[in-house]
């Protein structure tokens, strides 16, 4: 693409179309992987919320913490389909961008279900509110705020301009 089509409206639209369709060729075998094993991630924030658990003698029902967890588990798809459709960006910075994101996301999702739980043994309607407000930010902005934050936006920007991106 030449300077004066990447400053372009029509150009800008085209770069925003073809991100859009690598987030879809992205997101679409890793929404298929997650119907197929996403019960292994689900079992991981169980377990990871574990020790939260533990602090406050609440007793994790692992049955109930995968109906909980099957709501929330669906920002690090959303979260890699990001990372993956970037373009002037390394393959090293993606990895480790996709794996520090993958953690926060996990952590933050173990959070939730012990909130969920936390919630519930205690009766509060203020605690439940407040935990769907957080299950709410996690799962719709989490991803994307995490997506702006570990890839270098700047070197996107600088890419429309004209300078190269990536490692």
Do not use: C
Not at 76 to 93: D, E, H, K, Q, Y
Not at 100 to 112: K, P
């Amino acid at each position: 693409m030449d300077d004066e089509l990447k400053k372009s409206p029509a150009g800008i639209g085209r770069i925003a179309a073809f991100f859009f369709l690598r987030f879809l060729a992205a997101s679409i075998p890793l929404y298929l992987l997650y119907v197929v094993a996403g019960i292994h991630y689900m079992k991981l924030v169980a377990y990871v919320s574990k020790p939260l658990f533990s602090l406050f003698d609440l007793d994790l029902s692992m049955q109930r913490a995968l109906t909980v967890t099957e709501e929330i588990s669906l920002n690090p798809v959303v979260f890699i389909s990001l990372v993956i459709a970037t373009s002037r960006i390394g393959a090293s910075r993606k990895i480790r961008a996709g794996l520090l994101g993958f953690v926060i996301l996990t952590l933050a999702n173990s959070v939730t279900l012990f909130m969920v739980f936390l919630s519930d043994s205690r009766g509060s309607e203020r605690l439940w509110s407040s935990t769907e407000f957080f299950n709410l930010t996690i799962n719709f902005f989490m991803p994307i705020l995490l997506w702006i934050v570990l890839l270098p936006v700047v070197s996107l920007a600088s890419g429309l301009r004209g300078s190269p991106g990536g490692d």
